[in-house]
């Protein structure tokens, strides 16, 4: 079993939709958890990190869940500019980043 | 623009050269990374550097060899790589190492 795992999509969504994504990992003694975004060719970028209370930057929503080992992230009114892969990545003890295989996203006008 | 600066942007060498890559980050950061991340996959972390120290070393094959010289910058000397070892060699930093770390955009190594 992969340690995260992700659905990698394509989301292929039209502008102003809202789409979520969600992603699962294997380690109860994960640490810290963030969503990255990757474009083609790019490095990747921190998003924003997740916490158990739930965080939200504008429109952007992430949410975890310990017990389930479940976290996700909603994207409200969808930009072309949202289209780029996004990466799940827990951190583990020894504060060792584990990345997801990554969710593509395509927005359309 | 990323805050973390990686030298060179591309590398072609052959299999029996020596070279370098560089990574320099001005944020004060404490810990620094070395990632592999082949094409359609995500990054894999290599080592990690914290205060300056070699704190994980991912089983790497010892024809990669990182080096810390200061806190801020990040060198990785290659030697005698294999094909297999093109890949695109990302580098980021994180105020410690329980930080959220961020990421230059990466040196794209082929080997001939």
């Known amino acids: 079993r992969k340690e995260v795992e992700q659905d990698p999509g394509p989301f292929n969504v039209p502008e102003g939709a809202t789409v979520a994504f969600n992603c699962t990992y294997s380690?109860?003694?994960?640490?810290?958890f963030f969503w990255y975004r990757q474009d083609c060719r790019k490095e990747p970028k921190l998003l924003m990190s997740?916490?158990?209370s739930g965080n939200e930057d504008g429109r952007f929503t992430a949410q975890l869940n310990r017990a389930s080992q479940y976290i996700s992230l909603l994207i409200r009114d969808s930009k072309l500019s949202d289209s780029a892969t996004y990466l799940c990545?827990?951190?583990?003890?020894?504060?060792?980043?584990?990345f997801g295989a990554g969710t593509i996203l395509r927005v359309k006008s | 623009d990323t805050e973390v600066t990686q030298t060179p942007k591309h590398l072609v060498m052959g299999m029996t050269n020596k070279k370098s890559l560089k990574c320099e980050q001005h944020?004060?950061?404490?810990?620094m990374y070395w990632y592999k991340q082949k094409a359609k996959k995500p990054p894999e972390l290599m080592f990690v550097?914290?205060?300056?120290?070699?704190?994980i070393n991912e089983s790497v094959p010892s024809r990669f060899s990182p080096e810390c010289p200061n806190s801020s910058l990040l060198n990785l000397h290659l030697h005698a790589l294999q094909p297999e070892d093109s890949a695109l060699y990302l580098c980021?930093?994180?105020?410690?190492?329980?930080?959220?770390?961020?990421f230059g955009d990466g040196t794209r190594l082929s080997i001939l």
């Open positions: 997740v916490y158990s």
């Open positions: 990545v827990v951190m583990e003890y020894g504060n060792k980043l584990v």
């Open positions: 380690n109860s003694a994960s640490q810290s």
């Open positions: 980021a930093s994180s105020q410690d190492s329980d930080q959220p770390q961020h």
């Open positions: 944020m004060g950061h404490r810990a």
């Open positions: 550097y914290s205060y300056e120290k070699l704190s």
